[in-house]
């Protein structure tokens, strides 16, 4: 039988909760009415603010999560499978919140959803499909210490899969995916970008 214990949070974690608590509504309505229009995209630039801060954790997770596969094939130790699948659960939800809020974007601007033929869109389908396919190896595998072995194979792939959407990005076909306007920032859409950048990191 599986005993649990309550843990009594210090100050500094309660305060930690409560700025959580805050942070990210106030980022979302930051970015809904404290920066200008982008007059060439209208209301729809509004997504880039929640859009791009949720990608870069979708594509650093796994990062964190292959440190810890790492770690664990070495030492065999259970916190650093605990890593392992934090960081993948945080890949899951954040690749999830940017196919969501992607195609809000890709409706405006391309008129369409989705575009299939569009590398940096079907790299990132692969990274999901491959985080996905993690917690399916997890789920349907019994053994203890073959889950954990399995879990850190599969978060090695996802960092490869995360590699290769981040070269899609920046090398493969360019001209049919926004390109990165962060040098180009005015100061108020410069602000709310990097409060979303922070919040959505550390929060």
Excluded: C
């Excluded at 605990?82 to 008129?111: C, H, K, Q």
């Amino acid at each position: 039988m599986t005993k649990y214990s309550i843990k009594i949070l210090k100050p500094y974690q309660i305060l930690v909760l409560v700025l959580a608590a805050f942070a990210m509504p106030a980022v979302v309505l930051l970015g809904l009415y404290y920066p200008p229009v982008i007059i060439e995209q209208g209301q729809a630039h509004r997504i880039f603010y929640i859009h791009v801060p949720v990608a870069w954790v979708a594509l650093y997770s796994p990062i964190v999560a292959a440190y810890g596969g790492i770690m664990f094939l070495i030492t065999r130790e259970d916190r650093f499978d605990l890593l392992v699948v934090v960081a993948m659960r945080l890949a899951l939800i954040f690749a999830l919140g940017v196919v969501i809020s992607g195609p809000l974007w890709a409706s405006t601007e391309w008129g369409v959803y989705w575009n299939w033929k569009d590398s940096r869109l079907m790299s990132f389908f692969i990274l999901i499909l491959t985080v996905g396919g993690f917690f399916i190896v997890r789920e349907f595998t019994e053994d203890i210490r073959k889950k954990a072995v399995f879990s850190s194979v599969m978060a090695l792939l996802a960092t490869l899969a995360s590699g290769l959407t981040w070269f899609a990005i920046r090398v493969i076909t360019p001209d049919t995916h926004p390109t990165s306007v962060i040098g180009a920032m005015s100061p108020k859409i410069r602000l709310t970008f990097w409060a979303s950048v922070i919040g959505f990191h550390f929060f």
